[in-house]
Nanobody, 123 residues
């Protein structure tokens, strides 16, 4: 089974930047969409940014991160990224990558999740 491994989280001062990476351990038969979610303490998990699968690469962002975060993918490296700039304390959360994909031609679409990476924005 394909596994997703995130990296790049950490402690950063307000106004700083981080780049999160999500590496897939194998290849999916097809990918519908990929995204980054976050969950702050005491809050529900929310979608931060998404990018469509296939050749389209359409992106969508939560209003709270528009203009500051950029989602991208490198198909050759099998990796999803989230560039986060102008970070704010309210961006503090555990960030999870998600693939909605089919593992094989006979499989139904399913959600695959990484283990999460902590981002703390604090002075």
């Amino acid at each position: 089974q394909v596994q997703l491994v995130e990296s790049g989280g950490g402690l950063v001062q307000p106004g700083g930047s981080l780049r999160l990476s999500c590496a897939a351990s194998g290849r999916f038969f097809s990918i519908n969409a990929m995204g980054w979610y976050r969950q702050a303490p005491g809050k529900e998990r929310e979608l931060v940014a998404a990018i469509s699968g296939g050749s389209g690469g359409r992106t969508n962002y939560a209003d709270s991160v528009k203009g500051r975060f950029t989602i991208s993918r490198d198909n050759a490296k099998n990796t999803l990224y989230l560039q986060m700039n102008s970070l704010k304390p309210e961006d503090t959360a555990v960030y999870y990558c998600n693939y909605n994909a089919r593992a094989s031609w006979s499989a139904l679409s399913a959600d695959y999740w990484g283990q999460g990476t902590q981002v703390i924005v604090s002075s």
